[in-house]
């Protein structure tokens, strides 16, 4: 594996976009990146016969291809194989944008379609994905995937890769007062999650407990020997056990400083 250097000038847009939390006094930005071995993508009998005679002739093949093996999309090729329908969201002016879509060149869409499978998004527009058109539409299509795409240009020994973003889920959290008051209250989640994942094939839902909670039901069963908490703390524990609960970590929660 071979490396290069990109050279920024020192700017602060650039010096944002890095990440840098001070500007140097440096004239210029110099980043390190790794460049993977070249394998030419006809050498690879998985990927050829997805293209064709005239494809593997024509002028942008090469470009396509030299772009696929830079970024390791070889992911790309597998996706597009059925010539699915998507859309694309970056500057104008980017010119991965340009790369991408040439590697591409199957149904880019710039209009919202309920049938739209997949919207890949420019790493670097990522902060401005809001402004997506149809936006929430598009996440509340069952088949439709945000896929995050390009160099970040921050100094990094790991390959960029295609990143699926927003996927569909999430996590409920339970309070004491919940457990002490409400009978077989996992198995409704249960049920919740279960009519989740049929509106979402690959959504993923979680229970995340907070060890608060289950120090007052501990505290609450020891004090009243109340059933109720002893019923909760059983389940807890079965859930942290198959997988289906974890707890909070301490470093999920920030609190801010209160001024006055």
């Not at 059925?82 to 790369?99: C, I, V």
């Not at 309070?175 to 198995?187: G, S």
């Amino acid at each position: 594996m071979s490396s290069f250097y990109i050279l920024f000038p020192n700017s602060h847009p650039i010096c944002l976009n890095l990440g840098c939390s001070t500007r140097p006094t440096a004239s210029f930005f110099v980043i390190s990146k790794n460049l993977p071995p070249f394998q030419s993508l006809q050498q690879k009998s998985e990927y050829t016969h997805l293209f064709t005679d005239k494809q593997l002739m024509s002028d942008g093949f090469m470009e396509a291809e030299n772009f696929i093996n830079l970024m390791r999309y070889h992911q790309l090729i597998e996706w597009f194989k059925s010539k699915p329908k998507f859309m694309e969201f970056s500057a104008e002016d980017n010119l991965e944008r340009w790369e991408f879509l040439n590697s591409a060149k199957w149904i880019h869409l710039k209009e919202f379609r309920d049938d739209i499978e997949y919207v890949f998004i420019n790493r670097r527009q990522k902060s401005q994905s809001n402004h997506i058109p149809h936006f929430i539409k598009l996440k509340d299509l069952a088949n439709c995937k945000f896929i995050g795409y390009g160099d970040d240009y921050r100094p990094s020994d790991s390959s960029v890769n295609l990143e699926e973003w927003y996927l569909q889920g999430g996590f409920i959290t339970i309070t004491a007062q919940a457990f002490n008051i409400q009978d077989h209250i996992f198995d409704r989640l249960y049920k919740v999650f279960q009519y989740q994942s049929t509106l979402h094939v690959s959504s993923t839902w979680k229970v995340i407990i907070c060890k608060i909670v289950e120090d007052n039901l501990v505290k609450n069963f020891d004090a009243f020997r109340c059933r109720q908490s002893l019923i909760a703390l059983r389940m807890i524990r079965l859930s942290l056990k198959d997988g289906i609960s974890r707890y909070f970590e301490t470093d999920e929660f920030f609190y801010p400083k209160v001024v006055g």
